[in-house]
């Protein structure tokens, strides 16, 4: 399962590396509260029966990690406290990708909105296979 986290929607995808199936999943709300938040997460990775949860981890354009990252951390590490494997990866430009896929659909830009934090979610899931070798 993948998260591209926001402070005000919560991007899921969830997938198989084979066969190499990515699907998102409505996004949730940020409750604002970040344990809450990873209890949530945790119940959904739990009723997804998923492996690992992979975060995406936002780098800022000077290479360095910004506050939002470390907030990404800290929801891996209370994910981990639940139990659950996690994985960071490199988020850069997936909500920029996500758009132009959804864009090239010929989606609204209202129905975009809704869809857009899953898509975005689903690439970072397409990049961790990718760095994992997961065919």
Do not use: C, W
């Not at 402070?7 to 997938?15: M, P, W, Y």
């Not at 949530?40 to 998923?50: F, I, S, Y």
């Amino acid at each position: 399962m993948a998260v591209d986290f926001g402070s005000k929607r919560i991007g899921i995808a969830v997938g198989e590396s084979a066969p190499r199936v990515v699907s998102a999943r409505p996004f949730l709300t940020a409750s604002g509260t970040l344990r809450r938040d990873a209890e949530v997460l945790a119940e959904k990775a739990r009723g997804e029966a998923v492996e690992r949860v992979v975060l995406g981890i936002p780098i800022e354009p000077s290479g360095e990690e910004g506050r939002l990252a470390r907030v990404v951390r800290q929801l891996a590490a209370l994910l981990e406290e639940r139990g659950l494997k996690t994985a960071l990866v490199d988020e850069t430009l997936t909500s920029a990708e996500a758009e132009r896929a959804l864009m090239g659909a010929g989606l609204k830009a209202s129905v975009r909105k809704r869809y857009l934090d899953g898509e975005a979610a689903g690439r970072i899931l397409e990049r961790y296979f990718d760095e994992t070798n997961h065919a």
